[in-house]
């Protein structure tokens, strides 16, 4: 089994004490990423008002092996319990990125969200890739399903 390695820095503001991404479970696909606020919101935590969309930092950067995404996840908890997920999911960050890594946060809830330092906040996966070749062709293969869209195949 491949076991890539994903190097981790923090940023200089960035609290030492959050943990860095880990697999709770031997089973785990995603391991969790925590919310480490900026220094002033670290006693009071942020608020993720119903709708409100914001971007959650780590205090992490990370450098993804070439071949490899690391996908960002909603936790299924927090999208049972409270409505919190990702309004892009899975997001993606790609293997030559070296920015930040926040995590994008929608409530749907009908109720504020509390988000405190050092929370769980959602996972990542780490996903090969595979980078194709497109190119234009005088037509596409037949099958059963042809051009059926949205709802073609029944319900949901």
Request: glycine share 12%; with cysteine.
């Amino acid at each position: 089994m491949i076991e890539p390695v994903i190097k981790v820095v923090r940023e200089d503001w960035a609290d030492p004490e959050v943990a860095l991404p880990r697999y709770e479970t031997a089973g785990a696909a995603g391991a969790d990423l925590r919310a480490n606020l900026a220094p002033e919101d670290r006693a009071s935590g942020f608020t993720l008002y119903p709708m409100q969309r914001a971007v959650i930092p780590t205090g992490l950067r990370v450098e993804i092996p070439e071949g490899f995404e690391m996908q960002i996840r909603p936790r299924s908890g927090l999208a049972l319990k409270h409505g919190i997920s990702l309004p892009n999911t899975p997001g993606t960050i790609d293997c030559d990125y070296r920015g930040p890594l926040g995590v994008l946060l929608i409530n749907y809830g009908s109720e504020p969200f509390l988000i405190t330092h050092g929370e769980r906040i959602a996972q990542a996966v780490i996903a090969p890739v595979i980078q194709a070749r497109y190119e234009i062709a005088e037509g596409l293969g037949e099958t059963a399903r042809g051009a059926g869209g949205f709802g073609s195949t029944g319900r949901g």
